[in-house]
């Protein structure tokens, strides 16, 4: 195949919705032939292992593991394995314990709304071989994404606050507002532009919920992130109810 896998057919399992499809569409684009799988493709995944040179998977946090375990012994040593889940620990783990192929852990910092690659984060985690991982730098950062590379552990890690006590403050702020008794209509009377920002975020993890759900139970560090949370928060609550007390007597 000669350095890299410039002439690779592509194979997307995942890959009729969402990101899955987001890929498969950016890899078309760029002159690929692409294969993707899907719940009611004619193709499955065994389909793509046979025809495809790089096999990408693109399927909820909750079973990528079980995915790639299914795949990684189908594939020759000469293929690319490459995930896009959210967390990158245990995907690269299990590509390189199931496979004998090259291993790369992707991770795509947007959303498949996005219409166009330049300038978005994409991390890439080195896991076996090189030309592999050559082969998808080059191909994001010709397209203008902004690329890092980085361990599996270090993104879990980092994602731990990006993703995760992110998404989880928003579930908070949603949970409060509700149980506050006011309803939508008023909600939207009184609200503030940065208040519809966060109200338009919070719909958008309950259209997913599971989605949202996965990134914050399965990654190992939010334990750890989440006690620094509730320190911050109970801290922050105790100075203001004093300064509240305090401005109470004036």
Not at 187 to 194: A, F, G, H, Q
Request: hydrophobic share 40%.
């Amino acid at each position: 195949m000669g350095l890299g896998f410039d002439n690779a057919t592509i194979g997307v399992v995942g890959g009729t919705r969402g990101m899955g499809r987001w890929l498969a569409d950016f890899f078309r684009e760029r002159g690929f032939c692409v294969y993707v799988s899907g719940r009611n493709t004619p193709a499955d995944s065994s389909t793509l292992a046979e025809l495809c040179q790089v096999i990408i998977v693109a399927v909820p946090i909750s079973v990528t593991c079980d995915v790639i375990r299914e795949l990684g012994p189908r594939l020759p040593d000469d293929r690319l394995l490459v995930d896009v889940a959210s967390l990158k620990k245990r995907s690269v783990e299990a590509m390189l314990e199931s496979s004998t192929c090259e291993v790369v852990g992707v991770h795509p910092l947007f959303g498949p709304a996005v219409e166009s690659i330049a300038g978005e984060n994409v991390v890439v985690c080195p896991g076996r071989g090189q030309s592999g991982m050559e082969w998808i730098c080059r191909t994001f950062v010709e397209a203008g994404a902004r690329v890092t590379v980085t361990t599996p552990d270090h993104h879990d890690r980092v994602m731990a606050v990006i993703q995760a006590i992110n998404h989880l403050n928003t579930m908070i702020f949603g949970k409060v507002v509700r149980e506050s008794g006011l309803s939508e209509e008023e909600l939207e009377r009184y609200s503030t532009p940065s208040f519809r920002q966060k109200w338009e975020l919070l719909k958008r993890i309950d259209e997913h919920p599971e989605l949202y759900r996965d990134i914050i139970t399965h990654n190992e560090y939010v334990e750890s992130i989440g006690a620094l949370y509730l320190d911050a928060t109970l801290e922050l609550m105790n100075t203001l109810i004093k300064e509240i007390d305090i401005a109470g007597k004036f």
